[in-house]
Each structure stands twice: as C-alpha cells, then as structure tokens.
C-alpha cells in the first residue's frame, strides 16, 4: 500500500505547469536601454519590448536591478492635460504579443540611482513573472532627445510630461 502514493506523487510532479514552459522561457526582451540623465538627477527610466512566443498571456510582476535601490513598474497617463507616472501592478504581453516600454508610456522606473550613469554603461535589470519565473537582461545607458523620438504635432504635449517629470 505504501507504494501507491509515492506513485502518485511522482505522478503529480511530472504533471506541474513548471514543465510546461515557464514565462521566462516564452518572454524575450528586445532592445533594453536606460535613458541617460545628468549627474544628480535620481531616477530614471528602462525601455524594452517584450515578446510573447506563448500561446497564453504572461505578465510582468515586478522588476530588480542592483542599479537603484527602488524599481517599479510605471506608466505615464494624461490626467487632466497633464501626463503623470502612475505605478501599474503588472505588465502584460499577451499571447502571440508584445509589450512595448517606451518613453512617455510604459517603463521600468529606476529610483535612487546608485551611481550617476554613463553613456554605454550596461545596467542589469531582472524581471519576474506571474509564474516566479525571471529573466536577467543587461540595458545600455543612452542618450535619448527630450522630445518625443517620433515627435509628431500630437505627441508634443506628452513630450512635455516628459520633461516635467524629469525636472521634478
Ligand atoms: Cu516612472
């Protein structure tokens, strides 16, 4: 009799959603870069797109880097005329998707900078997803326009969110 749940157990190991692919394995993260800001300036921001190979969504949880002392997830929204940070609970690629990080939109906030940057630095960023998986990346320190990259008429108030928040 004795034998019988040890069976069982195996059984039930083998069948765990951790053999099945973890987020981190359908995640890649493309393109990860650190906007430069000027010696004395205290946070910034991490920008990359996230791709979802998965037939399921995944989502970011949360994101570390020995760079700052606080990371969060943020994103900008217009409240009034006026584009603000908001810290978001997680980010979402869906199945077969991407999510884009970008400035004046989503992004990995960097809070207390540990050191002042330098352009071509390399920074390490981990991210952890919604199955405890993680993904250590490396983002590159570069320098990015104070207007909106893709700076159409449109665009401009965001820009201007943009520069508030980086003089607050
Ligand atoms: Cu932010």
Do not use: C, W
Not at 32 to 56: C, E, I
Not at 103 to 117: D, T
């Amino acid at each position: 009799m004795k034998f019988v749940p040890t069976l069982l157990a195996a059984a039930l190991v083998v069948a765990a959603p951790a053999f099945a692919g973890s987020a981190a394995d359908a995640v890649t993260v493309a393109d990860p870069y650190v906007r430069l800001v000027p010696p004395g300036q205290p946070a910034t921001g991490a920008f990359f797109v996230l791709k979802n190979s998965d037939d399921k969504d995944h989502k970011v949880l949360k994101a570390e880097s020995s760079a700052a002392k606080v990371t969060e997830l943020h994103t900008h929204l217009n409240e009034g005329g006026m584009m603000k940070m908001r810290p978001v609970k997680d980010i979402e690629i869906k199945a077969k998707g991407e999510a884009e990080l970008k400035p004046g939109s989503l992004h990995v906030m960097l809070i207390n900078l540990n050191k002042p940057l330098k352009e071509g630095d390399s920074i390490p960023l981990k991210l952890i997803f919604e199955d405890n998986s993680s993904k250590e990346v490396s983002a590159t320190v570069r320098k990015i326009q104070a207007e909106m990259p893709m700076g159409k008429p449109a665009d401009m108030p965001m820009g201007k969110g943009e520069m508030m928040h980086h003089h607050h």
